[in-house]
């Protein structure tokens, strides 16, 4: 019960912080709206899709988890800001849990992206895409999860870092084969076998192939399961590991 209301007391610190502040809300979604806009039109004739409802159904889902990673990963800067602001030097003399100051943190990440991957969904269904509300709403799930581990990730790696210096080039390293192997943009059934396999190496590959199976209405394929059992291991994972780096910087 403590550690859910802590979670609960941190998470409406940084919901406030947010509100008081929404422009960075409509600054993280204006980039995947442009690609909405502007590319989406043209992947009809470059996929051979015989409507372009199919070929937003193909690419909104890619979209989408390509907002979950970046807005993700990204999180950590506001973090480094904090530190030095003495926010989190003061946190070592109250009561709250350690894993409650990254759970906060990490559930304005979740439902500030959600609130995105609404917008962007609505944009998309004026293109006639159509998707059925139970399926996108397990696809909201695994975006949660994807957002989870990698605002985690990124809070962890801000503690060991210390600098955006540091952070943003790290970050960037590890963003671009992360996109690139995993089909966000065009399904990676158009490349070579080698790089096929090469990407099914890569965990966000099966939560992108997971997420268009959703919005195609395949429930019963096996890269939701798989997808979604693999990025909420890896989402614990990087909440475990986040969670000691807390533990270590705030004593």
């Known amino acids: 019960m403590k550690l859910a209301r802590d979670t ?3 998470f409406q610190r940084q919901a406030q912080l947010l509100l008081r502040n929404p422009v960075w809300v409509f600054v993280g979604v ?3 709206v442009m690609y909405l806009l502007l590319f989406a ?4 004739p470059a996929l051979n899709a015989p409507t372009q409802a199919a070929a937003y159904k193909i690419f909104v889902p890619g979209l989408l988890v390509l907002l979950a990673i970046f807005g993700g990963l990204f999180q950590g800067f506001g973090l480094i800001a904090e530190l030095r602001a003495g926010v989190i030097e003061r ?3 109250t009561p709250v849990s350690r894993l409650a100051l990254l759970l906060g943190r990490s559930l304005r990440d979740v439902v500030s ?7 962007i969904t609505v944009l998309a269904f004026l293109f006639d895409l159509r998707v059925f509300i139970g399926y996108l709403l397990l696809a909201y799930l695994m975006l ?10 990124s809070y962890g790696v801000a503690l060991k870092v210390k600098s955006e210096d540091a952070l943003a080039p790290l970050m960037n390293t590890v963003a671009q084969p992360v996109l690139l192997l995993s089909g966000i ?7 070579p076998g080698w790089l096929q396999g090469v990407a099914k190496w890569n965990p966000f590959s099966w939560a992108v192939d997971g997420t268009r199976a959703l ?10 399961w798989q997808g979604l059992g693999i990025i909420a291991v890896l989402a614990v994972a990087g909440v475990v590991w986040a969670a000691r780096q807390f533990a270590r910087s705030v004593r």
């Not at 039109?41 to 009809?44: D, I, Q, V």
């Not at 992206?113 to 917008?119: E, G, K, M, R, T």
């Open 8 to 10: 609960w007391l941190i």
């Open 30 to 32: 204006f980039q995947p």
């Open 91 to 93: 946190s070592r003399v």
């Open 185 to 191: 943009l065009l399904p990676l059934t158009f490349a």
């Open 41 to 44: 039109p043209l992947l009809k």
């Open 113 to 119: 992206l959600i609130s995105q991957a609404v917008i």
């Open 215 to 224: 919005f195609d209405g395949d429930l019963g394929n096996d890269n939701v």
């Open 144 to 153: 949660a999860l994807i957002a989870l581990m990698t605002s985690a990730v």
